[in-house]
């Protein structure tokens, strides 16, 4: 008998992953599971959950990550042991990608803050 594990190589194939119905399911189930708190600012000692603010004032989004990369560990895609909830901007840390850039703008005064 031989099992089929699906890939997730090519973005083609990560984009239906994450708009499949199975895993809307799953994700809402480790975002209830982790009570809808960031698992990494717990451990800091921070409460970070849905529909509050995080430590820079921003609306928290939630979203769940898989510890073992997708792409790595396709096996793993929906395995409960392998996701986390994790707030945007310790999901990004954690990829090592931020959704803004700094400023290329000049300060003319040492007041400026941007």
């Excluded at 799953?26 to 000692?45: L, P, S």
């Amino acid at each position: 008998m031989v099992i089929y594990i699906a890939e997730y190589k090519t973005k083609e194939q990560q984009i239906n992953f994450y708009n499949s119905k199975e895993w809307k399911l799953k994700r809402e189930d480790i975002k209830k599971r982790d009570n809808y708190e960031c698992q990494w600012c717990k451990e800091e000692g921070f409460v970070t959950v849905a529909g509050g603010l995080d430590k820079n004032g921003n609306e928290v989004v939630l979203e769940v990550d898989h510890i073992k990369e997708l792409e790595d560990h396709p096996e793993l895609a929906l395995e409960d042991d392998n996701l986390r909830t994790l707030c945007k901007d310790c999901h990004n840390k954690r990829h090592e990608r931020f959704n803004y850039k700094a400023s290329k703008k000049e300060k003319k005064w040492d007041d400026e803050w941007w």
